[in-house]
């Protein structure tokens, strides 16, 4: 089992109840949408572990409560903290402009005025804004995820095309036309 054949659901925070339930803190605005997992995946000790779930129940806004199969109450103490996985083929296509971050990566960012700025190498989205990581050359360029940025997901060639603020990549590459301070 391959890991880029899934994507981090969330982390184990705790265990809940006397038959071990695992506590999931997803990362995911829709919880709901995991009322029918099936199974899970755990890295232990550098191998994706499966479990399969008997109940999952829902504490909103995004917090999993999962009955696993064969999990006593040892086995849950050891998974705490471990990151979940799930089979990227659970998530739903999107399209347009709607995007998940992992399958950006390695996108190349195409802006209206300065043409190809570099291609995302990450996504930073544990703050309140989620930024593309972007590498162009030796040199990182960070670009806020905003809806009004982007105009075009091209998931065929792997680009984004974006309408960027005036001057933002220029903080990072320099301006191609440097003023002159004497002027």
């Known amino acids: 089992m391959d890991l880029n054949d899934y994507y981090t659901l969330g982390y184990i925070s705790?265990?809940?109840g006397t038959?071990?339930?695992?506590?999931?803190?997803?990362d995911t605005d829709s919880a709901d949408r995991?009322?029918?997992l099936e199974s899970f995946m755990v890295d232990?000790?550098?191998?994706?572990?499966?479990?399969?779930?008997?109940?999952?129940?829902?504490?909103?806004?995004?917090?999993?409560?999962?009955?696993?199969?064969?999990?006593?109450a040892g086995m849950a103490e050891q998974l705490i903290g471990k990151e979940v996985y799930v089979p990227l083929t659970f998530l739903p296509k999107l399209s347009g402009k709607k995007f998940?971050?992992?399958?950006?990566?390695?996108?190349?960012?195409?802006?209206s005025e300065k043409g190809s700025i570099g291609t995302v190498?990450?996504?930073?989205?544990?703050?309140k804004q989620a930024i593309f990581q972007v590498m162009k050359?030796?040199?990182?360029?960070?670009?806020p995820v905003v809806d009004e940025f982007i105009s075009k997901i091209d998931r065929e060639n792997k680009r984004i095309e974006m309408n960027l603020p005036e001057g933002l990549i220029?903080?990072?590459l320099g301006s191609s036309e440097e003023e002159d301070p004497y002027a």
């Open 14 to 16: 705790k265990t809940s």
């Open 19 to 26: 038959d071990s339930r695992l506590v999931i803190q997803a």
């Open 34 to 36: 995991y009322k029918k």
């Open 44 to 72: 232990l000790h550098g191998t994706l572990t499966p479990f399969f779930v008997k109940a999952v129940r829902v504490q909103l806004p995004s917090t999993l409560v999962i009955l696993a199969e064969d999990v006593d």
């Open 100 to 111: 998940y971050f992992h399958e950006v990566i390695g996108f190349e960012v195409i802006d």
């Open 121 to 127: 190498i990450g996504i930073y989205d544990r703050a």
């Open 137 to 143: 050359e030796k040199t990182e360029i960070m670009i």
């Open 170 to 172: 220029d903080i990072y």
